[in-house]
């Protein structure tokens, strides 16, 4: 064991590593909670870092808190919200469910680094009188309404910044690859099996919408999540909360992340449950399933080359088989589809940890680093899930239109074309007897002269077929 040095709080004496710039609260976390190994986002770190600073300059501003104590704590939050101090934060994400033990981690790191900038020794055990991480660096806070505001504003932020131009762009990739496949005509399917014609760049509108409304969807949580809790403190009541401090962290948040945000308008709820964090994680189960859904159909569509349906070519990216020469898999799409469940899975973490009586309970919610974990690897893995979609697999994907023209030569479902002109019944014996014989409707139409060679090859037409 590497040097170490005395810590105390509300509880007596702790050791901690000597150049640990966290104290005794954080020890004891560290100690109680070795479960995951998994540490808090630093999405979350960093926006915990700006409401630390906003708090401290609100508290300067008015007289609350001394300059010099207050310019030492701005300067160590920046620090914080810069990522140079990372390796201090070390609480595990399964810990105390208001994220109390993170909190106090941000306190106490903070609080030390400012003592050192002003002059003061990390092992000196009365340091606090310079710096305290309860009186000066918590000050107006409660980890009740401070964990939830840092949920909201890096949630909203990285939503916004990240995963929605991600999805833009995929979608614009995607209404490009309708307007190239547009005049390619192939077989659509139903329970997988052979329909009505459909042109390859129907299908590929229908996953460009998807995609533009997906993000629409996530701006709906974005506008959500800019409520931010702050300002309730330990209940909602807003006690030992200056009135100033909410407006001046929204605006500080605001002026970082151009989002606008604001106090909530009830803190009770705000409080009590995780409505908007719900809905946000439900808006990217939704962006997964469809990324997912999409995905999948672009790996059926490529698949083969000769014995699938091959209608695609997919970019060849890496080898596929370590026994199978020159096999190439679909493993962008792959990729998509394992991001799709973790996030699904994510999900189902987030709602049961917003369920009442399990995580939010009366006036708390007491399983908020779970979820913000959870809400913001969804945010994360989906953003570069859907960026490499884009550019490894969606921009480089080709139709084979030799392929898409003699499968839909052969498709059985071209009869329904000649349904309304001979009925039903006589198009289902058609369809009937050319699967019996192996021929085309075409074929087995000119054979029995159902209909003028001109007329049938007007209802056969497959372009014609797919409407405009």
Not at 88 to 107: K, L
Not at 235 to 241: D, I, P, Q, R
Not at 438 to 455: Q, S, Y
Request: hydrophobic share 45%.
């Amino acid at each position: 064991m590497g040097e170490t040095r005395v810590e105390r709080d509300s509880m007596g004496e702790m050791q901690v590593p000597a150049e640990a710039l966290y104290g005794a609260q954080t020890a004891r976390a560290a100690e109680n909670f070795p479960i995951s190994g998994w540490r808090m986002p630093r999405e979350f770190i960093a926006a915990l870092g700006l409401i630390k600073q906003a708090a401290a300059t609100a508290h300067r501003r008015t007289g609350r808190l001394d300059a010099r104590i207050a310019d030492a704590i701005v300067a160590a939050a920046r620090e914080v919200i810069d990522g140079d101090l990372d390796e201090h934060f070390v609480v595990d994400v399964f810990q105390t469910g208001s994220g109390t033990s993170t909190n106090m981690n941000a306190n106490e790191v903070i609080a030390n680094r400012a003592v050192q900038r002003l002059g003061g020794r990390l092992d000196d055990l009365d340091k606090s009188r310079i710096v305290h991480p309860n009186d000066h660096v918590n000050m107006g806070q409660s980890s009740n309404d401070e964990i939830p505001t840092a949920i909201h504003v890096a949630a909203a932020q990285t939503i916004h910044h990240r995963l929605i131009p991600a999805l833009r762009s995929l979608r614009d990739t995607l209404d490009a690859k309708a307007a190239e496949f547009d005049t390619v005509v192939k077989v659509g399917r139903t329970h997988l099996m052979d329909a009505v014609p459909i042109r390859l760049g129907q299908e590929f509108s229908g996953f460009a919408a998807q995609v533009g409304g997906a993000a629409e969807m996530l701006d709906s949580a974005v506008a959500r999540l800019c409520e931010l809790p702050i300002g309730g403190t330990a209940v909602g009541t807003g006690l030992n909360a200056p009135p100033d401090l909410a407006e001046s962290v929204c605006r500080a948040a605001e002026e970082v992340y151009g989002l606008p945000f604001r106090e909530t308008p009830n803190h009770f709820a705000a409080q009590g449950a995780k409505d908007a964090v719900l809905f946000a994680s439900g808006a990217l189960r939704t962006v997964a399933v469809t990324l997912g859904k999409i995905a999948s159909d672009v790996r059926l569509m490529g698949s083969g080359p000769r014995c699938g349906l091959g209608e695609l070519l997919l970019p060849a990216v890496q080898p596929g088989s370590s026994m199978m020469p020159g096999k190439v898999n679909p493993v962008i799409c792959e990729s998509v589809i394992q991001v799709a469940c973790q996030v699904v899975g994510c999900d189902a973490a987030i709602a049961a940890g917003a369920t009442g009586g399990v995580g939010s309970i009366l006036e708390l919610n007491v399983a908020m680093p779970m979820m913000a974990f959870n809400l913001l690897t969804s945010v994360s893995l989906l953003a570069a899930a859907a960026t490499a979609f884009d550019a490894k697999c969606i921009r480089g994907l080709r139709a084979d239109k030799d392929r898409c023209r003699e499968l839909i030569e052969q498709s059985l479902a071209m009869v329904t074309a000649l349904a309304p002109r001979i009925g039903y019944d006589a198009a289902t014996e058609i369809a009937k007897q050319a699967h019996a014989t192996g021929r085309t409707i075409r074929e087995l139409c000119a054979e029995k002269d159902i209909l003028p060679k001109d007329e049938l090859a007007q209802l056969l037409d497959p372009r014609r077929l797919t409407g405009e």
